[in-house]
């Protein structure tokens, strides 16, 4: 909040090219070949926003599993204190 009493907003996500739904739901994220149960609090059509989510590095590849049968690969774009934003991987990168 800043003096005003207004939620500012991360310069990351004002840098967004495609829009965000909110969404909130339970996820399975591997990484590393360990599972983390992590809220997937957003989506757009290149990405998911994460909150509970274990330390991440900057480009590393994970997976996330939405259900038995929904699992994307995608890559870390950024993360800060168990948030982080994933982008959709191309076929082949993970």
């Known amino acids: 909040?800043?003096?005003?009493?207004?939620?500012?907003?991360?310069?990351?996500?004002?840098?967004?090219?495609s829009a965000r739904?909110?969404?909130?739901?339970?996820?399975i994220l591997v990484v590393d070949n360990q599972e983390h149960v992590v809220v997937?609090?957003?989506?757009?059509?290149?990405g998911y926003g994460l909150e509970n989510?274990?330390?991440?590095v900057v480009g590393d590849a994970v997976l996330l599993r939405l259900s038995p049968s929904k699992i994307i690969p995608a890559r870390v774009r950024?993360?800060?204190l168990g948030r982080a934003g994933i982008e959709v991987a191309e076929t082949g990168l993970c």
Not at 21 to 27: D, F, R
């Open 1 to 17: 909040m800043n003096s005003l009493n207004q939620l500012e907003i991360p310069g990351f996500a004002e840098k967004r090219g």
């Open 21 to 27: 739904t909110s969404i909130s739901t339970e996820a």
């Open 40 to 46: 997937v609090t957003d989506s757009s059509d290149v």
């Open 53 to 56: 989510a274990p330390q991440l």
């Open 78 to 80: 950024w993360w800060k």
